[in-house]
């Protein structure tokens, strides 16, 4: 989950960097495996998100919660969730699965009221899995093969989406992996483009199988 | 305690008031061995339940160590907005 968010983030870090104060707080090993062991002290945990920061070239502060997640639990305990803190330290708005173009659009609304109170309803609870599927993997592959193996007995084809999300990464990461939300333009260029593969991929499938030959349509989408 | 709640609400301190609140996981639930199909169903509820600080409400203070050295203090960077990304290495 939280891989996925670093590069919108740190695209996010170098829009904003200078009228907002990044933090990172480190909590509990996700993903759990060889590479990347549950902690077991408080030592451990430091050099885990010493390497977290360097590996992931985070360029704010990264600060280590202590074991049993005393911060990360009282605000809430979510996945990797992300706070957009006012002038005033209240809570302005918190997206749930972190996403850079909701935090973007709810930093615009925050500097417009003077960096201070609520903005844009104050939460966004949309499981955002984009992000995490293009990059997850990063973060998947530290504690291979036990994360895999424990994330796909927990959500079948999860892991493997990932897998594959990350050989995508080229073609996904300028669509999942951005800091300000896509034009419109090329939101409805996008949905239009889906729309005219389904109607296109019909069609060629109708065509096939009015003379029967179903086994042509199939080669056709798949080969 | 809702006292413990009460208490972090008006800005005292995460760390000092976190071990009596009555609602916390325990170090082994928290900090597990193994990824399992409950904790992606308590992401879920905690979805739906809309887990999390209020909105409007006071930025729960906490202290922690910092990578490098040193400690940081939410407060602190009270005067401009800040963000906070809680987030997991693997």
Redesign the interface.
């Known amino acids: 989950?939280?891989?996925g968010?670093?590069e919108p983030?740190s695209k996010?870090h170098a829009l904003?960097g200078d009228?907002?104060?990044?933090?990172?707080?480190?909590?509990?090993?996700?993903?759990?495996?060889p590479g990347?062991p549950?902690?077991h002290s408080f030592e451990e945990k430091?050099r885990?998100?010493?390497?977290?920061?360097r590996e992931f070239g985070i360029e704010w502060?990264?600060?280590?919660?202590?074991?049993?997640?005393?911060?990360?639990?009282?605000?809430?305990?979510?996945?990797?969730?992300?706070?957009?803190?006012?002038?005033?330290?209240?809570?302005?708005?918190?997206v749930?699965?972190?996403h850079a173009p909701t935090?973007h659009k709810a930093?615009e609304q925050?500097?417009r009221q003077d960096?201070r109170g609520?903005v844009n309803?104050?939460?966004d609870?949309t499981?955002h899995i984009l992000p995490a599927m293009t990059d997850g993997w990063n973060?998947?592959r530290?504690?291979l093969p036990?994360?895999l193996i424990?994330?796909e007995?927990?959500?079948p084809m999860t892991g493997v989406s990932a897998w594959l999300g990350h050989q995508l990464r080229p073609l996904l990461a300028p669509l999942t992996l951005r800091a300000k939300p896509l034009p419109p333009a090329a939101k409805a260029g996008l949905a239009l483009g889906a729309v005219a593969l389904v109607v296109l991929g019909a069609q060629s499938f109708r065509r096939d199988s009015r003379r029967n030959d179903w086994k042509r349509s199939f080669s056709r989408l798949w080969g | 305690m809702q006292n413990a709640r009460e208490q972090?609400a008006q800005g005292a301190d995460?760390?000092r008031w976190?071990g009596s609140?009555d609602d916390?996981?325990s170090?082994d639930e928290?900090?597990?061995?193994?990824?399992?199909?409950k904790?992606?169903l308590?992401?879920a509820r905690?979805?739906?339940e809309?887990?999390?600080?209020?909105?409007?409400?006071?930025?729960?203070?906490?202290e922690?160590?910092?990578?490098?050295g040193g400690k940081?203090r939410?407060?602190e960077?009270?005067?401009?907005?800040?963000?906070?990304?809680?987030?997991?290495?693997?």
């Open positions: 989950m939280t891989t968010s670093v983030l996010l904003w009228e907002v104060d990044f933090v990172d707080v480190v909590i509990r090993q996700a993903h759990p495996g990347a549950t902690y430091m885990d998100a010493e390497a977290y920061q502060p990264v600060l280590v919660d202590d074991l049993a997640g005393a911060t990360h639990q009282v605000y809430g305990g979510l996945g990797a969730p992300t706070y957009l803190i006012d002038s005033d330290g209240r809570v302005a708005f918190y749930m699965w972190t935090l930093i925050l500097m960096g609520v309803g104050g939460v609870r499981p973060g998947l530290r504690g036990q994360s424990d994330l007995t927990a959500a | 972090i995460v760390t976190f609140l916390k996981l170090l928290y900090n597990f061995e193994h990824f399992r199909a904790h992606l308590s992401d905690a979805t739906i809309k887990r999390g600080v209020r909105p409007g409400a006071m930025a729960p203070d906490f922690l160590p910092r990578v490098g940081l939410l407060s960077l009270r005067g401009r907005p800040a963000l906070l990304h809680f987030g997991s290495p693997s």
